[in-house]
Antibody
Framework: EVQLLESGGGLVQPGGSLRLSCAASGFTFNNYAMTWVRQAPGKGLEWVSCIATSAGSTTYADSVKGRFTMSRDNSKNTLYLQMNNLRAEDTAVYYC?????????????WGRGTLVTVSS | EIVLTQSPATLSLSPGERATLSCRASQHIITYLVWYQQKPGQAPRLLISDASNRATGIPARFSGSGSGTDFTLTISSLEPEDFAVYYCQQRSKWPLTFGKGTKVEIK
């Protein structure tokens, strides 16, 4: 079964850091681009970042550029999102999702999400 | 950034009725438009890729059309499980952007 499982969310103070992980299974992880998408409570979807299969190419939303770093370890079938200097407006459920191919930017498999709450 | 405007915000319909959802892009995006369905407490589900290609396992009652700036998701006959929020997403230019969603609710 194709599956993505996020972890690492929690409560953090403004200015703090968290690292999210996304464990992939059931497919050849290194053949697919991946993305992080977030959803603030009661709000719509917001794209955060994407990474190509080679891990050499990442792209970020302006709202997180310079604070978030997306990476992947193809040997561990795991995706990461390092989040630094967190702000209240980063509070959201963070989903990782799998591209339908490499650089297609359509996402056909999603994790259940992990909640990040930024509050003092 | 490409802005996607979805309308209406809410669509109140009965099971068996036809649903027509609109997504308008602020720039031409050819057919680089994706549709997702999201139910409460669940992750989004891919419905339609590249404006009109149904994803694997998506019932034939879902169809997508359009090109350029105007796109439509049609649900030919609503089933009880189709009441949800629907989002469009463009993949033409960075940053990827989503519309604000259309909620299809039971009338």
């Amino acid at each position: 079964e194709v599956q993505l499982l996020e972890s690492g969310g929690g409560l953090v103070q403004p200015g703090g850091s968290l690292r999210l992980s996304c464990a992939a299974s059931g497919f050849t992880f290194n053949n697919y681009a991946m993305t992080w998408v977030r959803q603030a409570p009661g709000k719509g979807l917001e794209w955060v970042s994407c990474i190509a299969t080679s891990a050499g190419s990442t792209t970020y939303a302006d709202s997180v550029k310079g604070r978030f770093t997306m990476s992947r370890d193809n040997s561990k079938n795991t995706l990461y999102l390092q989040m630094n200097n967190l702000r209240a407006e980063d509070t959201a459920v963070y989903y990782c999702a799998k591209d339908i191919g490499d650089l297609r930017w359509n996402f056909d498999v999603w994790g259940r999400g992990t909640l990040v709450t930024v509050s003092s | 950034e490409i802005v996607l405007t979805q309308s209406p915000a809410t669509l109140s319909l009965s099971p068996g009725e036809r649903a027509t959802l609109s997504c308008r892009a602020s720039q031409h995006i050819i057919t680089y438009l994706v549709w997702y369905q999201q139910k409460p407490g669940q992750a989004p589900r891919l419905l339609i890729s590249d404006a009109s290609n149904r994803a694997t396992g998506i019932p034939a009652r879902f169809s997508g059309s359009g090109s350029g700036t105007d796109f439509t998701l049609t649900i030919s006959s609503l089933e009880p499980e189709d009441f949800a929020v629907y989002y469009c997403q463009q993949r033409s230019k960075w940053p990827l952007t989503f519309g604000k969603g259309t909620k299809v609710e039971i009338k």
